[in-house]
């Protein structure tokens, strides 16, 4: 059984950085496609950043691009999201999601292609 565990959220200043990490047992994300998401109040789930199992390429939405990236480690327990100037319109729930390694592209940014879900970590980003 495939488990996810964000960790890292917290409260910072708007221009700083923060890295979020999640942890997944019951299968790594050598075959699973990984990814966040992020939900404000009264806004739906929106997509931040994947990464495909198969070579490793990373994705990231209009929203953040440029400013956050996501990685995972060498043996692939373990993903990353640093995320760098941050703003005020950042904040919001960060989700990790994995997802069948055959994701295209195009398929990336749909809730519904994630078969496992962490629990969520809150990320305030607040003078």
């Known amino acids: 059984q495939v488990q996810l565990v964000e960790s890292g959220g917290g409260l910072v200043v708007p221009g700083n950085s923060l890295r979020l990490s999640c942890a997944i047992s019951g299968r790594t994300f050598s075959t699973l496609t990984m990814a966040w998401f992020r939900q404000a109040p009264g806004k739906e789930r929106e997509f931040v950043a994947a990464?495909?199992?198969?070579?490793?390429?990373?994705y990231a939405g209009d929203s953040v691009k440029g400013r956050f990236t996501v990685s995972r480690d060498s043996g692939r327990t373990t993903g990353y999201l640093q995320m760098n100037g941050l703003r005020p319109e950042d904040t919001a729930v960060y989700y990790c999601?994995?997802?069948?390694?055959?994701?295209?592209?195009?398929?990336?940014?749909?809730?519904?292609?994630?078969?496992?879900w962490g629990q969520g970590t809150q990320v305030t980003v607040s003078s």
């Open positions: 990464i495909k199992a198969s070579g490793g390429t990373s």
């Open positions: 999601a994995a997802g069948s390694g055959r994701l295209i592209t195009s398929s990336l940014r749909y809730t519904s292609n994630y078969d496992h």
